[in-house]
């Protein structure tokens, strides 16, 4: 083999290696990959039916029930809600009235069954994408979301 075709072989054998490297990398980046949604969108049937995402809004006052390990509630943007269950222990700051950002995926009906539950963690804080939901649907019915 000759000087020049050893070379074009190491080339081709780089490329075909980094190929694989990265098509490795970008699937397990695509099947990590999760998306929001908000309760309007998940009505509207924007959410994807047979893949992990999250929902995001804020805990509809008086919708907890509790039994056992399992709790069930309604996560609302003011304009939409979407009953969510879950099973296990929710963060101390879990609580009526305030936001909440749940993992997980639609059931086949109308319950999201969510595997991971994520509290606010202080007075202020809400994820942008559910602040701005509650805006535009507060926008929308004309009125304040503070209020």
Known sequence: MKARQKRLLGIGL???????????????????LVFFFTPTQVAAG????????????LVKAGSVQRQDMTVQFVVTDTHQEVAV?????????????KGVVAQGRMDGGRQ??????????????MPPEAQH??????????KNPQQ
């Open 133 to 142: 939901a509650l805006d535009e649907a507060a926008k929308n019915r004309g």
């Open 85 to 97: 269950r879950y099973t296990g222990l929710l963060p101390d700051l879990f609580k009526e009235g």
């Open 46 to 57: 924007e959410a994807p039916k047979d893949s992990h995402f999250r929902i995001g809004g």
């Open 14 to 32: 780089g490329l075909v290696l980094l190929s694989g490297a990265a098509y490795f990398v970008l699937n397990a980046f695509q099947s990590n």
């Open 112 to 125: 999201f069954v969510a595997t991971e539950v994520l509290a606010k963690h202080d007075e202020n804080y």
